[in-house]
């Protein structure tokens, strides 16, 4: 039978725009949330990281935004470029489960140059 | 440091065969996290260790998965027998006190 996978979210952006990359997060008792990015071939790599005594954190380029009311994750990119293109998945870390850190389903994001 | 260092980057196996996937973590790190990624489930939890103890393992499917520490900076993952579902990438991964994980570069396993 044909094997249907997963229907990943894509975001498609041109070039020097602003990318934002949504995530809705399961464990309101998470205390701790990551960004990755996965490109083809590869493993995930940390971005950015933001506990949850904040709501808000910077890094080069990318923000990170966390909104417990709501447990909404969002990660901005700005002035995305082709070498931004890839698999960005948010992570929760559930510290109420021993530091279990599940990944949610991920969003592709294609520059266009 | 060289980053967490996984063995071997693909592994084609017949259906039946024992399959032991290895990792060797960051040096000082001492959490470890086992994962499969499919297309058609993502990146799923299989087993992690804090310490060298199994903290939880319900993201194991089935018996036939096994995974161990036999010291703080390697682990091992092992099929046995396996199966062609088990074919996809698997991704190990450490990291200090709850801090971010580091990931491997995977193993692609395909069972035929």
């Known amino acids: 039978g044909e094997n249907v996978g997963l229907h990943l979210p894509t975001l498609s952006v041109q070039e020097g725009d602003n990318s934002i990359i949504n995530c809705a997060y399961s464990n309101s008792a998470s205390d701790y949330f990551i960004w990755y990015k996965q490109e083809s071939g590869k493993g995930p790599q940390f971005i950015i990281d933001?506990?949850?005594?904040?709501d808000k954190r910077q890094g080069q380029r990318v923000t990170v935004l966390l909104n417990k009311t709501v447990k909404h994750l969002s990660l901005q990119i700005a002035a995305t470029q082709p070498g931004d293109s890839a698999v960005y998945f948010c992570?929760?870390?559930?510290?109420?489960?021993?530091?279990?850190?599940?990944f949610g389903q991920g969003t592709e994001l294609s520059v266009k140059p | 440091d060289a980053g967490v260092i996984q063995s071997p980057r693909h592994e084609v196996t017949e259906m039946g065969q024992e399959v032991t996937l290895r990792c060797k973590l960051i040096s000082g790190h001492n959490s470890l996290f086992w994962y499969r990624q499919t297309m058609m489930r993502g990146l799923e939890l299989l087993i992690y260790f804090n310490n060298n103890v199994p903290i939880d393992d319900s993201g194991m499917p089935e018996d036939r998965f096994s995974a161990k520490m036999p010291n703080a900076s390697f682990s091992t993952l092992k099929i046995q027998p396996s199966e062609p579902r088990d074919s996809a990438v698997y991704f190990c991964?450490?990291?200090?006190?709850?801090?971010?994980?580091?990931f491997g570069q995977g193993t692609r396993l395909t069972v035929v």
């Open positions: 992570a929760e870390n559930m510290n109420n489960q021993g530091g279990k850190l599940i």
């Open positions: 933001i506990r949850s005594n904040m």
């Open positions: 991964a450490s990291s200090f006190s709850g801090a971010e994980a580091f």
